[in-house]
C-alpha cells in the first residue's frame, strides 16, 4: 500500500496507474505580483483560514473541514520576494510538508520546501530540470496560458480563465479565475480552479484527481473557500 497526501485530501491508495499527479496548488497562501496587480501578497505572519469538503465520486467523503496557511517571510533572492508557505489542518494530527513562493515582476513560482528546494513538487514526479511550479504568470488576460508542471504519464497546462465576483464566508471580492488543466496520456483529464484576489491571495479552489484503485479509476474531488483572513 502507498500513502498519498495531497493538499486537501488525505487516503490509502494502490499504485496509480499510470502515475497520477497529486493536487498541488489548493495548497498555497498568496505573495505579491505588483503594485498593481497583488493577487499572490505574502507578509511575515499572514494567516489565511479555509473551510473544507471533499468527495469520491461525487459522494462526500470529508476527512480534512479546515485548512489554514500561515506566512513566513524569507530573504529576498535573485529577484524574487519569498516566503514558507505552512500548511495545517486543525482538525488533524497530519503535517504537511510545507512550500515556498517566489513572486517576481512577471510570476510566481511554488515549490516543495525542507530548508532548500526539492527535487519534487507535490508528490509529481517532475523532470529533473524543473523544480517548481509557475502557477501566475503576466499578463494575466482572459485566455492566456502557459505550461504547467512536466510530470511522468501527463501534461498541465494552466490558463487564465478571467474576472469573476464571487462571496465567501470572508467577504465578497473582485477575483481572478484561473484553471489548471491535467491531461493524462491515457486521456483522461482533470480540473483544478483557483481565484485569487487583489490583496488577499486565494479565496476558492475547485480541485479533482483520478486515480487508479483496486482496478477502477475514482475521482477524487475537494473545494475550499477562505472563512477568515488575518493580516499581520
Not at 479555509?50 to 535573485?78: C, D, H, W
Not at 504537511?96 to 532548500?116: F, I, M, T, W
Not at 485566455?143 to 469573476?164: D, H, K, L, N, Y
Request: positive net charge; aromatic residues 10%; proline residues 8%.
Amino acid at each position: 500500500m502507498r500513502i498519498w497526501l495531497l493538499p486537501l485530501l488525505l487516503f490509502t491508495a494502490c499504485q496509480p496507474l499510470p502515475p497520477a499527479p497529486a493536487i498541488s496548488t489548493g495548497v498555497r497562501a498568496l505573495s505579491q505580483l505588483s503594485a498593481h496587480n497583488n493577487y499572490y501578497p505574502i507578509a511575515q505572519g499572514q494567516r489565511s483560514t479555509y473551510s473544507l469538503e471533499q468527495f469520491q465520486n461525487g459522494q462526500p467523503n470529508t476527512k480534512f473541514r479546515e485548512m489554514t496557511i500561515t506566512v513566513e517571510a524569507l530573504p529576498s533572492a535573485n529577484g524574487a520576494t519569498q516566503a514558507i508557505l505552512r500548511r495545517s489542518y486543525p482538525d488533524s494530527s497530519v503535517q504537511p510538508n510545507p512550500s515556498q513562493a517566489k513572486v517576481y515582476d512577471d510570476r510566481v513560482e511554488l515549490s516543495r520546501y525542507n530548508g532548500r528546494l526539492a527535487p519534487e513538487i507535490f508528490n509529481l514526479p517532475l523532470s529533473r530540470t524543473q523544480d517548481y511550479i509557475t502557477v501566475l504568470k503576466h499578463p494575466l488576460t482572459p485566455g492566456a496560458s502557459w505550461e504547467g508542471r512536466s510530470f511522468q504519464g501527463g501534461t498541465e497546462t494552466i490558463s487564465v480563465v478571467g474576472p469573476e465576483t464571487l462571496t465567501v464566508p470572508a467577504g465578497r471580492y473582485n477575483t481572478l479565475k484561473v484553471r489548471h488543466h491535467l491531461r493524462y496520456d491515457n486521456g483522461r483529464e482533470d480540473n483544478l480552479y483557483y481565484w485569487y484576489a487583489p490583496g488577499v491571495g486565494m479565496v476558492r479552489m475547485e480541485e479533482e484527481i483520478s486515480m487508479y484503485l483496486q482496478e477502477q479509476w475514482v475521482r477524487f474531488s475537494a473545494t475550499g473557500v477562505l472563512k477568515q483572513f488575518q493580516r499581520p
